[in-house]
């Protein structure tokens, strides 16, 4: 009897820490566990994103739309509710411009938030913040129609000009023959001053001269004509018209699909059995699902926490690099374990000033990825925490703002390391720590940046 119980046990022992594991890795994966900060922004026209397109803040994945609101006249925008990962909030302030954007040529599109200028103030929760419309490609290609058009038009003006010009050096070269032919008979009062040598001297020169513009003006012509002949032997018109032809055709196909999605909606959200429209089924819909998700992760909060199973999360090294707090990190043994491999710069070698606001310099890059070559291909799975350190020392700031000068620089490396060598965005952290490093390390006091490659849980 007693065996028998004991099996029991580990049988749901085991299906719960399966369970728990699995719903780790889902809300892993979906950015669960993650803090959000909500916002809002505002398109007349959604071009393609959806509730659930992905959110990116300064090029870097932050989160998702998670509702669109639909306006109730044409006068009005969709309203869009999106959620920034906590860690990207310092980059989103009140003069960031949201737009939308596409991946590659024919990607998906994708909601970019811009990072916004130092000088102002960091965006609150549920801040609208402003947004600028997408450029359709349709307007693109008519656009570019029009200017296809108008050198057309400019070739054949400066043609009909050029023949005219040509018109009026040759008349203009027929009149000089006759008055040096004039001349060299011995006509007219001019031509009896051609008996002086000097005279008959310089007006040979001058008749020289009249040549040689002559026959510039002839090569002239003849490029003229060759790049006529060229642009005529290229077909440039005929793919004009193939061009606006082809756009024709393509704005039928459009408007036939219009017509399509318009009755395709209007089948869709027409009522069901039961009388309820199509929006207020997909409400339910999405009330359930995030009901479901909000269950779902608390419930894996509790397990991590839960007397029997704690340890185990503990023992396999589960931690989360999202939301290192100081005070938090300076207790935990993962992070202050001296066996961690850590490299320290300081602020003069990383970091310069422009326009007043601190960046990283050309030769703290340098430094950095000499730092990240003596670990090798390990560095794309090893987690890294960004320890970011000022004292305040610096005249230009405030002194008492050295937490967020020390989180700024973190930041700053944190987003170089990322694009630099492409690495997970889960397996990068940052904490403020002002200018105290955690107990029982070389320094006591530091002012820079220092890299803590954490040491694999065994």
């Known amino acids: 009897m007693a065996n028998r119980n004991f099996l029991i046990g580990m049988f749901v022992l085991i ?19 993650a803090r959000h900060v909500e916002f809002y922004t505002e398109f007349k026209n959604l071009n393609g994103i959806t509730n659930g397109s992905k959110v990116k803040v300064a090029g870097m994945d932050a989160g998702q739309i998670v509702a669109v609101g639909v306006p109730d006249n044409p006068s009005s925008r969709f309203r869009i509710k999106l959620e920034i990962n906590e860690t990207l909030r310092g980059l989103v302030r009140t003069d960031s411009v949201a737009t939308i954007a596409t991946e590659g040529v024919v990607g998906g599109t994708f909601l970019l938030v811009g990072s916004g200028s130092p000088q102002a103030p960091a965006a609150t929760p549920l801040t609208t913040l402003p947004s600028r419309e997408p450029v359709e ?14 050198a057309d038009t400019n070739v054949n003006k400066v043609g009909a000009k050029v023949d005219e010009t040509l018109d009026a050096v040759k008349t203009t070269v027929a ?31 001058s008749v020289t001269n009249a040549k040689d513009a002559t026959a510039a003006l002839h090569r002239a012509s003849g490029r003229v004509d060759g790049m006529a002949a060229d642009i005529q032997s290229r077909g440039v018109t005929k793919k004009v018209d193939e061009t606006m032809s082809s756009a024709r055709d393509a704005a039928a196909s459009i408007n036939a699909s219009s017509k399509q999605v318009h009755q395709t909606i209007a089948a869709a959200t027409k009522p069901d059995n039961q009388g309820v429209d199509a929006g207020t089924n997909i409400r339910e819909t999405l009330s359930n699902v995030n009901s479901a998700s909000d269950n779902m992760s608390q419930g894996s909060e509790a397990l991590k926490h839960n007397f029997f199973l704690r340890g185990y999360f503990k023992r396999r090294g589960y931690y989360s690099l999202a939301n290192l707090t100081p005070d938090g990190y300076r207790k935990d043994r993962i992070f202050t374990n001296p066996a961690n491999e850590r490299a320290w710069f300081s602020a003069t070698e990383l970091f310069t000033r422009e326009s007043n606001v601190e960046v990283l310099s050309s030769e703290g ?94």
């Open 137 to 150: 490609m349709s307007a693109l290609l008519e656009h570019g129609l029009v200017l296809l058009k108008d």
């Open 15 to 33: 299906g719960l820490t399966l369970f728990a594991v699995g719903l780790f890795l889902v809300g892993k994966k979906h950015g669960t566990f």
């Open 175 to 205: 009149n000089a023959n006759d008055v040096v032919v004039g001349l060299k008979q011995g006509r007219g009062p001019a031509g009896m001053l051609l008996k002086d040598e000097t005279v008959a001297s310089n007006i040979r020169q």
């Open 365 to 458: 890059k340098k430094q950095l990825d000499a730092a990240m070559d003596r670990f090798g291909e390990s560095v794309f799975d090893r987690p890294i925490v960004i320890e970011g350190y000022s004292n305040g020392a610096d005249p230009a700031n405030d002194p008492t703002d050295a937490l967020s000068s020390s989180r700024h620089r973190a930041i700053l490396v944190r987003l170089y390391l990322q694009n630099r060598f492409q690495l997970y965005p889960s397996n990068l952290g940052i904490v403020a720590l002002q200018s105290s490093p955690p107990g029982g390390l070389v320094h006591s006091e530091w002012d820079g940046i220092c890299l803590v490659f954490l040491r694999p849980q065994q």
